[in-house]
Nanobody, 129 residues
């Protein structure tokens, strides 16, 4: 089973950009679809983006389209989340997750029977106004 470690979080001013990284251990990284999620205090966890095993297909909920971009580099065992035009409302803990099935990533926050197999520990992103 792959293990995930997020990095790249921190404090940024509104309007700024950040790129988060999620490094996976093990040689089976390319067998997993990946997703980025976030959870702000007092709020439900929400999906930001998902990417297929090979990295060729991406999915974004409508509310996340435009400012977030997910990419997967299987040669580096890493998935990225590029974030631009950040707002204070983007402040949250950001998590990456992995599952062999892309659909499980996409419905993770709406279908309680579908929970991604692996989660990272999260990285804090704070956007100041």
């Amino acid at each position: 089973q792959v293990q995930l470690v997020e990095s790249g979080g921190g404090l940024v001013q509104a309007g700024g950009s950040l790129r988060l990284s999620c490094a996976g251990s093990g040689r089976t990284f390319n067998n997993y679809a990946m997703g980025w999620f976030r959870q702000a205090p007092g709020k439900e966890r929400e999906l930001i983006a998902a990417v297929s095993r090979g990295g060729g297909s991406q999915y974004y909920p409508d509310s996340m389209k435009g400012r977030f971009s997910i990419s997967k580099d299987n040669a580096k065992n890493t998935v990225y989340l590029q974030m631009i035009s950040l707002k204070p409302d983007d402040t949250a803990v950001y998590y990456c997750a992995a599952d062999p099935i892309l659909h499980s990533i996409i419905v993770a926050t709406t279908d309680k029977d579908r929970n991604p197999e692996v989660w990272g520990q999260g990285t804090q992103v704070t956007v100041s106004s």
